[in-house]
T-cell receptor, first 113, second 111 residues
Framework: DSGVTQTPKHLITATGQRVTLRCSPR?????VYWYQQSLDQGLQFLIQ???????AKGNILERFSAQQFPDLHSELNLSSLELGDSALYFC????????????FGNGTRLTVT | QKEVEQDPGPLSVPEGAIVSLNCTYS??????FMWYRQYSRKGPELLMY????GNKEDGRFTAQVDKSSKYISLFIRDSQPSDSATYLC???????????FGKGNQVVVIP
């Protein structure tokens, strides 16, 4: 068990809808990362937060946004959902902004119908 | 062209065989190289971490990095059925955790 908790495990929704994915990092970890895993693109970095502040953005669509709260949990908001957004969304955490090992949660499987 | 190429074809080997996996990359700025293992319905877990070129060994696992060829490898000796998983290579330029991943190789070790 990595200590990173993601909820929900599965989410099924319709096109055009909005969903929120939640992540609790490992105790003591200040950085939270969101990754998307799809069959055609593999694992892609979306966004990183460190101690409540956005640190880096990767291939994150404008329809997606995230935040990290004072208690360090993070939420990824996906809006105006399209069929192509169906994927596994992973949250990961690390102690600092980089170099320390990345610990992944077990992901949220999003299905857009 | 993707930054990191990993032939995603599945690999089946008999128990005890050596498993050989590799990735190529195009970004010469990459200096930090990792291998992650992902079991079905689980998140990736870090297996090996290497900085720059060279070899690193950890038990039955050996990671090799050849920066001149932009090629990294993972070898698993004496493979066990419990090694059956998807193996993903990952790399970064400056040691941050904003990683570029390969698509992964599914490995099946047959008892």
């Amino acid at each position: 068990d990595s200590g990173v908790t993601q909820t929900p495990k599965h989410l099924i929704t319709a096109t055009g809808q909005r969903v929120t994915l939640r992540c609790s990092p490992r105790s003591g970890d200040l950085s939270v990362y969101w990754y998307q895993q799809s069959l055609d693109q593999g694992l892609q970095f979306l966004i990183q937060y460190y101690n409540g502040e956005e640190r880096a953005k990767g291939n994150i669509l404008e329809r997606f946004s995230a935040q990290q709260f004072p208690d360090l949990h993070s939420e990824l908001n996906l809006s105006s959902l399209e069929l192509g957004d169906s994927a596994l969304y992973f949250c990961a955490s690390s102690v600092d902004m980089g170099n320390s090992p990345l610990h992944f949660g077990n992901g949220t499987r999003l299905t857009v119908t | 062209q993707k930054e990191v190429e990993q032939d995603p074809g599945p690999l089946s080997v008999p128990e005890g065989a050596i498993v050989s996996l590799n990735c190529t990359y195009s970004n010469s700025a990459f200096q930090y190289f990792m291998w992650y293992r992902q079991y079905s319905r689980k998140g990736p877990e870090l297996l090996m971490y290497t900085y720059s070129s060279g070899n690193k060994e950890d038990g039955r696992f050996t990671a090799q990095v050849d920066k001149s060829s932009k090629y990294i490898s993972l070898f698993i000796r004496d493979s066990q059925p419990s090694d059956s998983a998807t193996y993903l290579c990952a790399m970064s330029a400056d040691g941050n955790n904003r990683l570029a991943f390969g698509k992964g190789n599914q490995v099946v070790v047959i008892p």
